[in-house]
C-alpha cells in the first residue's frame, strides 16, 4: 500500500464530507491522494492499460480516462476491470457517456458543466444513476470552458465566476438528494486558482481535487503546481491533486508525490539532503547528488541522505541525516546515523553511500 500517514502537516485540513473512489477515500480527512490522467487515446485498450500499469507503478492512486466517443466509451467496461487503480471516466460535451461510464464500472466520473449543454435536464437521470451505482461525480470547472452565462456576467474567469458555476452546478445535483461529489476549479493562473479553491472551500463541504490547468511544460508546471497546491494544503485545503504538465502522465506523479513529501502530508521515502555547493566546494556536488539520486531510486523506505560538498555544514547536515557524505581533500567522510564510520576517496563516494542505503533499509525492514 501507499504511505498514508501525515508527517507533520502544516495546518489542520479543512473539514469536509468524504467520498468514495473505488477504494481510495477522498476528503473527510482522508489522506490526499495523487492522480494524473492517461494520454492514450481511450479506445487503445492495450495502450491505455499499459498507461495505467505505469502510472500505477509510479504511485499513482486514481486516473482518469478521456471519453470523447463511442469508441472510447465501449473501452470503457475493460479499462475499468482491468485498472489496477480506480478508473475515472472525463466527460464533456455527451451526457450519454456518463451513462455509459456508470455502466461500464468506473469509479467516478468527471463533468464539465461548462461544456454540457443540455444538461440542466439530464441531471435528475444521472444523479439517480450514479447514485445507483454507489459511484461520486468530480465537477470539473475549467477557467477554458466557462459556463457562457457567467463568463458574460463577470467577463472572464475570475475566481468567483469558477466558483459560481461549482456551486451552481452541485446545487442542481442537491435538488436530487445527490451529494456525492467533488469538486475542482481550474484555472492557468495559480493567483486565480487559489483565490477561487479559498472561496470555494469556505462554502460548501465537498472534497476538492486540486490542479493548476495547463500549467506549461515540466519545469514551469512543476513550480506553478508545487506553489498552488502548497499555498493551499498548508491552509488545510485540498483532498486530491492532480499536477498538469505536458509531460508524461508519470512525471505528474512524481511532482505530485513530491508535492505531498514536502508539505509532511505524506510519509517521506528517499530525501536527498544535498548542498547547492559554492566556491568552497571541493567535489563535483551536482554529479554526486545525481548519482547517488539515480542509484537509490525506487527506495521504498523512508531515508535521508546527505550529500554536501564541503566541512562547512557538510558534518552537520550529514550528522541529522541517516546516511550522509562530508567531502573534502578529495576524500569524502561517510556519515550513518551521525557516526563518522569511515572515510573513503571521492571515487568510492557513491557506491559507499549506495551500499550503507541498502544496509540501512534492510535493517529497518527486518525491524
Ligand atoms: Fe558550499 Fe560547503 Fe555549503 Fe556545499 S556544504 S554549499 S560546498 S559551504
Known amino acids: 500500500g501507499l504511505p498514508g500517514v501525515p508527517v507533520r502537516p502544516l495546518a489542520t485540513r479543512r473539514p469536509s464530507r468524504r467520498i468514495q473512489v473505488g477504494p481510495v477515500p477522498v476528503g473527510g480527512g482522508a489522506p490526499v491522494s ?8 481511450t479506445a487503445d485498450v492495450g495502450a491505455t492499460l499499459r498507461q495505467i500499469a505505469e502510472l500505477t507503478a509510479s504511485g499513482c492512486q486514481i486516473v482518469r480516462v478521456a471519453c470523447p466517443s463511442q ?17 475515472i471516466a472525463d466527460i464533456h460535451f455527451q451526457p450519454k457517456y456518463v451513462f455509459a461510464a456508470i455502466d461500464a464500472g468506473c469509479a467516478a466520473v468527471r463533468v464539465n458543466p461548462g461544456n454540457i449543454r443540455q444538461f440542466d435536464d439530464k441531471v435528475k437521470e444521472i ?13 470539473g470547472v475549467n477557467a477554458g470552458s466557462l459556463d457562457r452565462r457567467l463568463l458574460q456576467k463577470y467577463g472572464k474567469a475570475t475566481p468567483e465566476a ?31 486558482m487559489v483565490n477561487a479553491y479559498r472561496q470555494l472551500a469556505a462554502r460548501c463541504d465537498y472534497p476538492l481535487h486540486l490542479g493548476v490547468t495547463e500549467a506549461g511544460p515540466a519545469f514551469q508546471g512543476t513550480v506553478k503546481s508545487a506553489v498552488a497546491f502548497g499555498a493551499l494544503l498548508s491552509e488545510g485545503i485540498g ?11 508519470a512525471e505528474e506523479i512524481k511532482v505530485g508525490t513530491q508535492i505531498l513529501q514536502a508539505l509532511g502530508l505524506r510519509e517521506r521515502r528517499l530525501e536527498i539532503v544535498s548542498c547547492p555547493s559554492c566556491g568552497r566546494a571541493q567535489v563535483d556536488v551536482y554529479q554526486l547528488a545525481d548519482r547517488v539520486t539515480a542509484g537509490l ?33 578529495g576524500k569524502g567522510q561517510i556519515f550513518v546515523k551521525g557516526e563518522v564510520i569511515k572515510t573513503v576517496p571521492e571515487s568510492k563516494i557513491v557506491e559507499t553511500l549506495i551500499e550503507e542505503a541498502h544496509k540501512l533499509a534492510d535493517r529497518q525492514a527486518a525491524d
Open 34 to 41: 495523487v492522480q494524473s490522467m492517461t494520454t492514450t487515446v
Open 71 to 87: 469508441d472510447d466509451a465501449d473501452a470503457l467496461p475493460v479499462i475499468a476491470r482491468k485498472s489496477q487503480i480506480p478508473v
Open 127 to 139: 444523479a439517480r444513476a450514479a447514485s445507483d451505482a454507489g459511484i461520486p461525480i468530480r465537477i
Open 162 to 192: 469558477l466558483v459560481e458555476s461549482a456551486l451552481w452546478e452541485a446545487s442542481l445535483f442537491e435538488e436530487h438528494g445527490f451529494r456525492d461529489i467533488k469538486i475542482s476549479v481550474k484555472h492557468n493562473d495559480p493567483v486565480v
Open 239 to 249: 483532498d486530491t491533486i492532480r499536477v498538469s504538465l505536458s509531460a508524461p502522465p
Open 297 to 329: 531510486e525506487g527506495m521504498r523506505v523512508p531515508l535521508r541522505v546527505a550529500v554536501m560538498g564541503c566541512v562547512v555544514n557538510g558534518p552537520g547536515e550529514a550528522r541529522e541525516a541517516d546516511l550522509g557524505v562530508a567531502s573534502g581533500n
